[in-house]
């Protein structure tokens, strides 16, 4: 269970990485990152900080700069956050962009087939006769 500390400091920890990547590193390899999300361990030595890159850039070469700019990074927490252990950094890239992407593509594909129930509905015709309830005969055609 995720208690309130861990929840500030993981709060801390995204605001802190989120400045220092604007602001500090200086890597032509970063692309446009943006922190979504850091989750820290109950004891506070391990983060894992989960990201997304949304200027298209080479998601490899962004990764390698953070990679290489994990160092750095933890230092800055560690200072900035007054803490005798640094957590440990790892960054994951966050499939938002993806997974929403694929929401969309279900979603239109989901208004096309109700658009083409919608014509067929119009279009159609009974399977059967068009009044499947059978009616008494008429009794003036049976007398007998």
């Known amino acids: ?19 220092m990547l604007a602001r500090r590193v200086k890597d032509p390899r970063l692309g446009f990152v943006t922190v979504t999300e850091v989750r820290v361990t109950g004891d506070g030595r391990e983060a894992t900080v989960f990201y997304t890159v949304l ?12 990679e290489s700019a994990k160092g750095m990074l933890r230092t800055a927490v560690g200072k900035k956050l007054g803490m005798k252990f640094a957590p440990t950094l790892a960054f994951v890239r ?16 989901v208004h096309d087939l109700d658009a083409e129930l919608a014509q067929r509905r119009v279009e159609g ?10 009616k008494p005969a008429d009794e003036a055609d049976g007398d007998d």
Do not use: F, N
Request: negative net charge; glycine residues 6%; hydrophobic residues 40%.
């Open 94 to 109: 966050d499939a938002i962009p993806e997974t929403s992407q694929e929401m969309e593509d279900l979603m239109a594909r």
């Open 125 to 134: 015709a009974y399977a059967g006769d068009p009044d499947p309830y059978k």
């Open 55 to 66: 200027d298209g850039s080479d998601q490899s070469s962004t990764a390698a700069a953070l």
């Open 1 to 19: 269970m995720v208690g309130v500390w861990t929840e500030k400091l993981a709060d801390q920890i995204r605001d802190i990485i989120a400045l």
